[in-house]
């Protein structure tokens, strides 16, 4: 079943693939069939520089758990960064 469940947001930020570094312009987020890991359905999360082409972009496959442990580690890492004084 494909669930078509996707959304893209800007980024700011850089990738390192296999041609070196790129800049990342853009984020995909998506759930669905997994092309790379041993699961049905999957988390799917994209860097991508769509300017360059399909050479620029880096792209995993994670289970739903590992999704939320990413979540809280991103959101407790924000908000140690922001609460540091750390110009950003």
Do not use: Y
């Not at 070196?20 to 790379?36: I, L």
């Amino acid at each position: 079943m494909c669930t078509n469940i996707s959304e893209t947001v800007p980024a700011a930020g850089a990738a390192k693939g296999g041609a070196g570094w790129f800049p990342v312009t853009a984020a995909n987020v998506g759930f669905d069939h997994a092309v790379g890991s041993r699961f049905d359905h999957a988390l799917l999360l994209d860097f991508v520089d769509p300017a360059r082409g399909p050479s620029a972009r880096i792209a995993v496959e994670l289970d739903l758990e590992t999704g939320r442990a990413l979540v809280a580690a991103l959101q407790s890492v924000i908000e140690a960064a922001e609460r540091s004084g750390a110009p950003v």
